[in-house]
């Protein structure tokens, strides 16, 4: 069986449009979390629901890393982004990412990730292509 797709969310109100689409939907629970896997579009598929703050988000891609070992992590739902003419209720498809309250000064710049000597991380450039296209074609 091929490596599943992560799709997670914070919430329920943005992963049950998901779920509600998977064929074959198991319901897991490990690791303190629901997890459902299925099929989607032919894809296996694996969703849950962190909750709210980037700790859980965190824990929770730790856990589907470990216990499902998914082919990519696609984190989706209601966030920040920052752009000349973004506004409340606009689709955003990050292309990088900064820890924005993170300051390890004055070892480090404001907002570098020390283990990693970088304060933006780029999201995988053919990835949010995809889910750029993803976003026009849908929303």
């Keep these: 069986m091929a490596e599943p797709v992560a799709l997670l969310a914070s919430m329920e109100q943005e ?3 998901i779920e509600e689409r998977l064929t074959t939907a198991t319901e897991h629970q490990r690791a303190g979390r629901r997890y459902v896997t299925g099929e989607l579009a032919g ?5 849950a629901i962190s909750g709210y703050g980037k700790v859980a988000a965190a824990a929770t891609v730790a856990s589907v890393l470990e216990i499902f ?3 990519l992590v696609i984190f ?4 920040g982004g920052v752009g000349a003419g ?3 209720g606009d689709v955003v498809v990050a292309d990088r990412l900064v820890q924005h309250d993170f300051d390890a000064s004055p070892l480090f710049e404001r ?3 020390p283990s990693l000597g970088v304060a933006e991380i780029g999201a995988d450039p053919a990835l949010t292509e995809q889910l750029a296209v993803a976003a026009r074609t849908y929303v």
């Design 43 to 47: 894809r296996p598929i694996v969703t």
């Design 69 to 71: 070992s998914p082919s």
């Design 76 to 79: 989706g739902g209601v966030a």
């Design 86 to 88: 973004v506004e409340i």
């Design 15 to 17: 992963s049950h449009l």
């Design 111 to 113: 907002f570098v990730v």
